[in-house]
């Protein structure tokens, strides 16, 4: 990192807004799967989560626009437009940076299809969300390969609270949907009846 107090503004300003979108999208996706799993069962609260489920998600995606933007003022990484829009383009650690872009492509598709859930049917729509969970998993794996600040005590506290969350939450939709499908399987009749 050179001594370029506006090149570290800009990198460090890039990093606050890509935390910033992995806390909100720790959210909104511990909140989805708790909805999902119907983990939550209060009277109105339905509605409420919803929308907040909603508006985390809008905001997580502005959150990754300006995270990928302002490296496009970084004058130390000088990634131009596609190495912060195409996959493995740009030459700062193209894994785990080309799984970030992928992530925020997957975070776009899947967050926005909310509003086209009509047009391309409710049941499709549910199954595509389904893998939003994937993009959490390629947003560790892109920051425990691309950040900076990985092996930081803070950051490893960071990821484990965001992360104990979503595992609780997937784990009991999961059991909870086996539970619900053994419920409704037909019994067997016995043999030779």
Known sequence: M?????HQAFWFASRAFGIS?????????????AMSG???????LSPKLRHLHESATLVTLALIVAHA???????YLRPGLVGITVP?????????????IIAGWLAAILGLSFYARRRIGVKRWRFMHRFTIVVYLLV?????????DTRSPWMIALLTGLTAPIVFAFTY????????????????????G
Do not use: C, Q
């Open 173 to 192: 939709r999961i059991l909870s949907t086996e539970r619900h499908t053994n419920r409704k399987a037909p019994a067997v009749a016995p043999a030779g």
């Open 21 to 33: 979108a992995m806390i909100l999208l720790a959210i909104s996706v511990a909140m989805g799967l």
């Open 69 to 75: 933007g302002l490296l496009l003022l970084d004058t």
């Open 140 to 148: 560790l794996g892109h920051v425990a390969g691309a950040g900076t």
């Open 88 to 100: 493995f383009a740009l030459g700062y650690r193209p894994l785990f940076t080309g799984i970030g």
């Open 38 to 44: 119907r983990l939550m069962r209060r009277p109105g």
């Open 2 to 6: 050179t001594g370029d107090p506006l």
